[in-house]
């Protein structure tokens, strides 16, 4: 059957009254979360009880569709990035390491790949806050314009959150719809994982950096090294990713025991919070917390397993292969193409969650092998908001820094560093993981 005939078809079959009232909502959904970021909660709640009103879903199955075990882990990796910042150890570390170094170009390459090392560990929005301080006082020491290290800074982020499952809210809801453990970043199907393919890609993109950075070749004049108030967070943290491996092997990431890992540390690191904080401020300590994400998570959730209950995922994987054809290699390079396009506009946690179940019954209908086709999903969704200011969460967190300091950011300079930047890391990215993943 031709593509216009299968278009055709599936256009008409579009009229049972349910699925077209849960695709109109979600995509309307999606286009207002890209005109009004701030509202993002309010529209894909506003956007359920739509669904629910229609008696599309009820409401036994909107609590069915959030994943608990989701957002308990997302939530106490808060609480621990939000520790490990108040304890200066990211601080401590970066400036450490910065006062070794003779020029500021040098010294931006260690802090953009520091930012990206850190972002596999600790939510992506707060590895760049962390971060952008030790940016803001370098830059200012040597007399430079900030802009170039803060979206350097901004794309490491990004790149770092694919390579685990506890560092980007993306990756999280990605690990669990696809019913992946946590070591399966690390070894899959007994080859190396996603981790290392974001390792190399970060290496590949030290010449970049240099290239971006080397009119930069001020003195770099002393940073005093900041004092780590405590190491028990980060010692914390290095102990629940030990648990969570241990996990993987011996529990085979049972229901619940990574929330239960996860909020087991968080909890500790908050009581040594309580314990060591001077003012004790309650209230301002949970105002931290990305709360209204949480909630973003679990509509999209909720959303998406709507999605996934009717045949909609059917007629998506139909038009995709209708387009790209049924050979392997064309699915993997057309889910990465797609993915990057997408993501570079809209926010990569609906996309990749919605995508996902189409990319599984694209891999069952091609006869493909679906570990590259998933992890293709994965890094053509991530690396995306890379090319656009407003891709992904920390773009916009860190372009509102600057503009509060009085930066001026103009969207073609970001697109023209973060779309080399994607095309390189796609290219080294997507090439391990056909070849070695496969």
């Not at 599309?56 to 199955?61: A, E, P």
């Not at 996860?262 to 009581?271: D, E, I, Q, R, V």
């Not at 103009?410 to 779309?419: E, H, M, S, V």
Request: proline share 3%.
């Amino acid at each position: 059957m031709s593509f216009y005939a299968t278009l055709h078809n599936s256009f008409f079959m579009l009229f049972n009254m349910c699925e077209f009232i849960l695709f109109t909502t979600f995509m309307t959904c999606i286009l207002l979360t890209l005109l009004y970021d701030s509202l993002k909660t309010k529209i894909i709640w506003t956007g359920i009880l739509v669904i629910v009103l229609f008696g599309c879903v009820t409401l036994s199955q909107v609590l069915s569709y959030i994943d608990f075990d989701v957002l308990v882990v997302f939530l106490s990796m808060m609480v621990l990035s939000k520790t490990l910042s108040y304890s200066k150890f990211p601080d401590y570390l970066a400036t450490r390491i910065v006062s070794r170094v003779k020029n500021a170009s040098t010294a931006m390459i260690i802090i953009s790949l520091f930012t990206g090392i850190l972002s596999i560990f600790i939510i992506d929005v707060a590895s760049v806050l962390v971060m952008s301080s030790v940016a803001f006082t370098v830059c200012r020491r040597c007399n430079i314009n900030p802009v170039p290290l803060l979206f350097g800074i901004i794309l490491m982020a990004n790149l770092g959150g694919a390579a685990t499952m506890v560092s980007y809210p993306a990756t999280l809801v990605f690990t669990r719809l696809a019913g992946l453990k946590f070591m399966d970043y690390f070894i899959i199907d007994g080859k190396p994982g996603m981790f290392f393919a974001i390792q190399i890609s970060f290496l590949c993109s030290v010449p970049l950096l240099y290239m971006y950075y080397k009119k930069y070749d001020h003195p770099l004049l002393k940073v005093d090294p900041e004092e780590c108030i405590s190491w028990v967070p980060v010692t914390l943290t290095a102990a629940m990713i030990v648990s969570l491996t241990v996990a993987s092997y011996l529990l085979n990431d049972k229901q619940y025991v990574s929330s239960f890992i996860c909020s087991s540390y968080a909890l500790t690191s908050y009581g040594w919070y309580l314990l060591n904080s001077r003012d004790r401020d309650y209230v301002e300590f949970f105002r931290g917390l990305d709360l209204h994400t949480g909630l973003f998570l679990a509509g999209i959730l909720v959303l998406v397993g709507s999605l996934g209950h009717s045949n909609l995922v059917e007629y998506a994987a139909k038009y995709f292969i209708a387009i790209f054809g049924s050979a392997p290699y064309h699915s993997f390079a057309g889910i990465i193409m797609i993915s990057l396009v997408i993501s570079a506009f809209i926010l990569n946690i609906p996309y990749i969650a919605a995508m996902l179940p189409v990319t599984e019954l694209i891999a069952w209908q091609t006869a493909s092998n679906q570990t590259p086709l998933l992890f293709g999903l994965l890094l053509g969704g991530t690396v995306g908001g890379n090319i656009t200011p407003f891709g992904a969460s920390s773009n916009v967190v860190v372009i509102g820094l600057l503009k509060k300091k009085g930066y001026e950011t103009r969207f073609f300079d970001f697109l023209r560093i973060g779309l080399a930047h994607a095309i390189l890391t796609t290219i080294v990215g997507g090439a391990y993981i056909w070849f070695i993943m496969n």
